[in-house]
């Protein structure tokens, strides 16, 4: 699989879907797991016009769960919980057959095992400009030392000593991945005049593409968008760290995994990185998208990052926007309605 991420169906490059296919005569009832109080008023919305029944469901998607999809051939589901064997075991007995997933990634979900149990997989495609913007949002501000300067001035510190900051043009960024969300941010970055360098297993972008080691040992920026699967587990080893130049800064809007936080820790600790802008994190997972005021992480990579001055860190959120939901429920829906059409029974 090429390391840019996959838009549509599991493990094909296919462009989001421009229409619904036409619909059967009875409404489609479609399970929705994980549902947001955001994402429900977005399937209530669009559910007259797809011809769909949504049963909303605010609780993830689990074993315990499973059968309040019982009369539902389909299920959308979010990306924050893992769908285990165990769940899709559960899924089939209810009677599912399909998984539609609200996310371009597809890693936490059994993909193998739900096939062999005759559960068929699908992604959805949104605007890639979401991640792309939050991406450059990132670079610019690790390149500017934002976080310090920030901190300094909420404490009414408004020096200017040790915060002076580079200028993209002046750097070479290193994109790893060239999707949809990888080449917008290629797009973007051409527009402030630095070199950009690319890498990805299958290639196919009109980009300067060059190895991956080649590309460490000439970028300033490294910025990652490929999938998470086992050819991309902690793509960035310490070994691969070891090769990045003195100074420079990694920026991960991708999957968390794709970097071996130890090894990353240990670069950023002993100043040989500049930097890390970081939208998701190895063990994430029961961490982001709860209230954790009052269970500080004690003694986690987590709160190590964190601690460090050069390390910006958000919760996941680069995906999170007005446009990027929209496209992703509808894209959901629509996925639910042509698995139905190209498998109708009888």
Same mark, same amino acid.
């Given at each position: 699989?090429?390391?840019?991420? /996959?838009?549509?169906?599991? !493990? ?19 399970? &929705? ?16 016009? #797809?011809?769909? %029944? ?12 499973? !059968?309040?999809?019982?009369?539902? =051939? ?8 893992? &769908? ?6 559960? %899924? ?56 310090? &300067?920030?901190? $300094? ?8 000593? +040790? ?16 999707? $949809? ?13 630095? $070199? ?33 699967? /086992?050819?991309?587990?902690?793509? #960035? ?8 130049? /003195? ?54 990579? #987590? ?5 460090? /001055? ?15 939901? =929209? ?15 190209? +498998?109708?029974?009888?």
């Amino acid at each position: 699989m090429a390391y840019g991420e /996959p838009a549509g169906t599991v !493990e094909r490059r296919t462009p989001p879907p421009a229409a619904a296919p036409t619909a059967e005569a009875s409404t489609l009832g479609v399970t &929705v797991y994980g549902c947001g109080q955001d994402e429900a008023v977005l399937f209530r919305t669009m559910a007259p016009r #797809l011809g769909v %029944l949504p049963t909303i469901v605010e609780a993830a998607v689990s074993e315990a769960t499973a !059968e309040l999809a019982r009369g539902n =051939r389909c299920i959308s589901v979010g990306h924050k919980a893992p &769908v285990t064997r165990a769940t899709i075991r559960a %899924l089939s007995e209810a009677g599912v057959a399909y998984i539609s997933t609200r996310s371009i990634g597809y890693d936490h979900i059994d993909v193998t095992f739900a096939e062999k149990v005759g559960i068929s997989v699908g992604n959805v495609a949104y605007s890639p400009d979401s991640v792309a913007d939050y991406t450059l949002m990132l670079m610019l501000m690790a390149v500017r030392n934002v976080k310090s &300067v920030l901190s $300094r001035a909420d404490a009414h510190d408004y020096r200017l000593h +040790n915060v002076r900051g580079r200028e993209l043009r002046d750097l070479t960024v290193g994109v790893v991945g060239t999707g $949809r969300i990888g080449i917008a941010v290629i797009d973007r970055l051409r527009g402030f005049g630095c $070199r950009v360098l690319t890498y990805d297993s299958q290639p196919g972008a009109v980009a300067d593409y060059v190895p991956l080691d080649e590309l460490l040992r000439r970028s300033d920026i490294v910025t990652l968008h490929t999938p998470l699967n /086992p050819g991309t587990y902690h793509l #960035l080893d310490q070994d691969r760290i070891g090769q990045l130049p /003195p100074g420079a800064v990694v920026i991960n809007t991708g999957r968390g995994a794709l970097i071996d936080t130890e090894a990353l820790i240990a670069a950023l600790e002993g100043g040989r990185l500049g930097g890390a802008a970081l939208d998701v994190v190895e063990g994430e997972e029961g961490i982001f998208y709860a209230d954790r005021r009052d269970s500080p992480l004690e003694n986690s990579a #987590l709160s190590r990052l964190q601690s460090l /001055p050069n390390v910006i860190i958000s919760p996941h959120t680069a995906y999170y926007t007005d446009h990027a939901l =929209r496209d992703t429920i509808e894209n959901s829906v629509i996925n639910c309605l042509r698995f139905e059409s190209e +498998n109708r029974r009888g």
